[in-house]
């Protein structure tokens, strides 16, 4: 994949699909494995992982704190919020 590199402060100037980019129930349940995982990580050791996100102008992907989430989306610092249902893939490193 070929997914452009953004800041947490230029999420503001993507549109995320309306769509789930996941289409099976397995996946939609890892990445909502991997999200609980990132938002503990965030909140316990202030942990960053790589989201992988579907914009009407392609993927990117944004290296951030997830500090909270609920099943329709995820909060990041300084109140950004993204929707799930634009989550590819959650990258822990």
């Known amino acids: 994949m070929n997914a452009k590199h953004v800041t947490k402060e230029e999420l503001k100037n993507y549109h995320f699909v309306h769509h789930d980019v996941l ?55 300084a109140g950004v919020d993204i929707p799930v249902q634009a989550i590819r893939e959650v990258i822990f490193y």
């Open 23 to 77: 289409t099976t129930r397995e996946e939609k349940s890892e990445r909502d494995f991997h999200l609980n995982e990132a938002t503990r990580l965030g909140n316990d050791y202030k942990a960053k992982v790589q989201l992988v996100l579907e914009t009407t102008d392609g993927a990117i992907v944004v290296e951030t704190t997830v500090w909270a989430h609920t099943d329709n989306h995820v909060e990041l610092k």
